[in-house]
């Protein structure tokens, strides 16, 4: 059998289709027993312990008291929540209750500013 070199394997390589290099990707991952993720796994945990180490990624954003302002506050969290205006406030009225769970730590501070500015206190866990 004739060996081939790395740049006769790279020409084979372009001509061959999507649908061709997923075949080849398989039969190489069957014959020597290893898969094409191995790499990016390890490289993806060290990321996630970084982001650990800044803080979390998922944060609740938690009325405590509306405040002097109530109509601003319920208007508030209406556009926040997308809720109707009676269901907005049931909730500013429920208080300390959460607006918004399992978000960004940035749309956290967003939607606590517009809140703040209303005249509510709030509260980001």
């Given at each position: 059998?004739?060996?081939?070199?790395?740049?006769?394997?790279?020409?084979?390589?372009?001509?061959m289709?999507?649908?061709e290099?997923?075949?080849?990707?398989?039969?190489?991952?069957t014959?020597?027993?290893?898969?094409?993720a191995?790499?990016?796994?390890?490289?993806?945990?060290?990321?996630?312990?970084e982001?650990?180490?800044?803080g979390?990624?998922?944060?609740?954003?938690?009325?405590?008291?509306c405040g002097?302002?109530?109509?601003?506050?319920?208007?508030?969290?209406?556009?926040?929540?997308?809720?109707?205006?009676?269901?907005?406030?049931?909730?500013?009225?429920?208080?300390?209750s959460?607006?918004?769970?399992?978000?960004?730590?940035?749309?956290?501070?967003?939607?606590?500013?517009?809140?703040v500015?209303?005249?509510?206190?709030?509260?980001?866990?």
């Amino acid at each position: 059998m004739a060996k081939i070199n790395i740049e006769e394997f790279i020409a084979s390589l372009k001509e061959m289709t999507v649908v061709e290099l997923n075949e080849l990707v398989k039969a190489i991952e069957t014959e020597f027993g290893v898969t094409a993720a191995a790499p990016v796994a390890g490289a993806a945990a060290p990321a996630e312990e970084e982001e650990a180490a800044k803080g979390p990624s998922e944060v609740t954003l938690t009325l405590k008291s509306c405040g002097m302002n109530k109509v601003k506050v319920i208007k508030a969290v209406q556009a926040i929540t997308g809720l109707g205006l009676m269901d907005a406030k049931k909730l500013v009225d429920a208080a300390p209750s959460p607006i918004k769970e399992h978000i960004s730590p940035v749309e956290a501070e967003e939607h606590k500013k517009a809140l703040v500015e209303a005249g509510a206190e709030v509260e980001i866990k």
